[in-house]
């Protein structure tokens, strides 16, 4: 699998009345990208019939492509490239101008980025609806003209009833295998739904954790519009220092600034026992005298906002957990007990005496 620095949040493949210049993709970084310096292509298909078909690359009415060669984005930021009519469903609708686009383009008179595409008929649109054949969206680092066959997007989704005969058009998949029968997709097409990938992307190893969903929203406002793929690991960096009169850990995390953490230690539970999420638990930074996680012998030592803390420990070796207290005293997603396990825990050994 490639690595994946841009991926499709939603999409707005049918909005309400007519299609034709209302159609939009949101986009979401996993790195910061200077797309002057660093440019982009995101392909649309619409499938139909076609003679000599050329996967992404074919072209005609098939498949069309917008480059992204301008502006700046972050880690976690999402972005919007669609029409020249940004409204969040349809001509009827309140525009979302304020959102933040990097492309708009009336692809109804421009021909698509490096001759992928020509103009397309008006009422026609550049996301297919679905349907007995899936259509899709692909993302590709580099530009339209750079792209041939054989060359891997990104990210890319399919969506319709079924797969159907878009099988034989040979469109390339991340992992390097071509459309199929057997290839995943997801059932969408409806007319007036923002279709919302949901999912855990970790952004260190390039990989979901587990698997992505399909969230319809039927959109009302520009507020409905943000995307639901959260980004791993929260906290990584995880460090102790010691020295002759202070011992301490500190953490880098991307969550607000709002956020509280809590701390656990272990001098000797070598395996991780977790909090229960809902129940609050009281810290004190000397080892055993904080609350304890039931059926073991995990304190916690510390919570609050800082990336960091002070600990009174005696000599001997230890393990560490660093989680988030989110919303209800929630610390944990038992999907992401793997990325708890590589970037939020940490064992060590204190050597010196005991910190004041």
Known sequence: MLRADVLISSFMANPDGDDQTYEYVELMSTE????????????????????????????????????LKEGK???????????????????????????????????NTEEGAGEIGLNRQK?????????????????????????SEVTKPQDCVFYGDSIGKSSLYGYMLPDGNLLSDSSS??????????????????????????SRKLVEVKVKSEKDIFPLIQLVPNIFDLSVNENICNFSVSWNANLNDT?????????????????????????????????????????????????????????????????????NYSYYDSVLISVLRAYQTLNFRRIGQIAG
């Open 32 to 67: 910061d990208i200077d797309f002057s310096e660093t440019p982009y292509t995101i392909i649309f298909c619409n499938n139909g019939s076609i003679v000599e078909p050329h996967g992404w690359t074919t072209g005609s009415t098939l498949t069309y492509a917008i480059e």
């Open 73 to 107: 984005v972050s880690r976690g930021q999402s972005f919007l490239v669609g029409g020249p009519d940004p409204r969040v469903n349809g001509e009827d609708s309140d525009g979302i101008t304020s959102l933040n686009w990097l492309v708009n383009i009336d692809y």
């Open 123 to 147: 009422k026609f649109g550049l996301i297919g609806n679905g349907g007995p054949a899936a259509d899709g969206i692909a993302v590709f680092s580099s530009l339209a003209s750079e792209i």
């Open 185 to 210: 997709f997801f059932k969408a097409g409806k007319s007036g739904r923002l279709y919302k990938i949901s999912g855990y992307y970790d952004y260190v190893s390039d990989q979901w954790i587990g």
């Open 259 to 327: 956020c509280e953490y809590i701390v656990f230690l272990s001098k000797s539970d070598t395996a991780i026992v977790y909090p229960d999420n809902g129940l609050k638990y009281y810290a004190h930074s000397t080892y055993g005298k904080g609350d304890k996680i039931k059926k073991s012998n995990w304190f916690a030592v510390y919570s609050g906002k800082e990336k960091g803390c002070n600990l009174s420990l005696d000599s001997g070796a230890y393990s560490l957990m660093v989680l988030p207290i989110k919303e």
